[in-house]
């Protein structure tokens, strides 16, 4: 096979791929039997470094909403704000 279109095709396959620069923040199974014992794992060892937390309420905010429970007030604003630049068009 074409060692060029192999390259192409992991190239285009990785761009599907969310959160590579984050999966050191996560439980990746690589299979069933993985998933398994990373689930025994996180019972048996819960413990969250700090830094691991900070780094989770960090991508929380960028991708989902803020840490500070006002996430609603600043949805509202920008609906209000396209509202109103819309109708000044």
Known sequence: MNSGKI???EVEYNKLI???DEFHLMDI???PDDFERLIIERINNPEVS???IQEHYELFEKYVSSINGDAQDKYVNVINQVIKERQCV
């Open 7 to 9: 390259i192409k095709e």
């Open 18 to 20: 969310e959160f590579k």
């Open 50 to 52: 700090q830094k691991c």
């Open 29 to 31: 199974a690589n299979s």
